[in-house]
């Protein structure tokens, strides 16, 4: 085969597998919300852990300089980080009392947070040709706040989104458990899995099902260490798998 047979060759099969992607394949797209499909919580998380250590009589205070030091971090992780003196009750106590101010003052939380540029778009793209799931480490009562927070109800509902309560030493389910459950109920087998996500945990979820993972990471903020399939600094880079 020519060169310019060959260049035809290869224009005309691209185009062939792109019509087949568009018209019959199902992907499933799994995403994580906090530093993935959002920016801004890490100073929220600042804020609110602030408060409740000043209602609770200590000095100690964090900065936001401290976010690239501890974001992804479990919340009383970060106060353990914090003292001096280990406690664990301590700080299971102020991690608590994180939660229960951040319940019932969204409006701190919904503050600083941002969707990430072009998530909305990617969001709708993958919407009209493929599935996404999004599964979050956080608590069930917070995951409703944010998505409405960032308009993100027309992709994401009871159905396709869901909280895990990562924030204790041994969570009852994991993100990998309600993928896995996710893939059993969906009744349908996917002909591709692409998981996005900022921490080393979401590129794990490849061992539940197979699938390519990407790691993201904020222009401004560094990549967690890992070793995922890509990384992506850009939404739009998940478009090359629709
Ligand atoms: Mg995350």
Redesign the pocket.
């Known amino acids: 085969m020519g060169n310019l047979e060959e260049a035809l060759w290869t224009q005309e099969n691209e185009q062939y597998w792109h019509g087949i992607a568009a018209g019959g394949t199902m992907k499933l797209f799994v995403w ?5 499909l959002e920016k801004g919580n890490e100073r929220a998380v600042i804020d609110i852990s602030n408060l409740v250590l000043e209602r609770f009589g200590h000095a100690e205070r964090f900065s936001y300089g401290d976010n690239s030091r501890l974001y ?1 971090r479990k919340w009383y992780e970060y106060f353990a980080w914090l003292f001096e003196t280990p406690d664990h009750e301590r700080d299971l106590a102020l991690q608590d009392a994180c939660f229960s101010l951040s319940e019932s003052s969204p409006e701190i939380q919904c503050r600083w947070v941002r969707p990430t540029p072009h998530a909305p778009a990617v969001l709708r793209e993958i919407k009209s040709r493929h599935c996404q799931v999004l599964i979050s ?1 956080t608590r069930a009562e917070t995951l409703k706040v944010f998505i409405d927070a960032l308009e993100y109800d027309d992709f994401f509902s009871s159905g396709n989104a869901f909280a895990v309560d990562g924030h204790t030493e041994r969570p009852v389910n994991s993100k990998a458990d309600v993928l896995a459950d996710y893939l059993r109920d969906a009744g349908r087998g996917f002909d591709e899995i692409v998981i996005v ?3 080393p945990g ?1 590129m794990k979820l490849k061992a539940v099902a197979g699938g390519i993972t990407y790691l993201f990471a904020h222009p401004d903020v560094e990549f967690r260490q890992c070793e995922p399939d890509h990384r992506i600094r850009d939404l739009r880079a998940i478009l090359k798998r629709l």
């Open positions: 994580d919300l906090h530093g993935t992804g480490n996500g900022d921490s979401d």
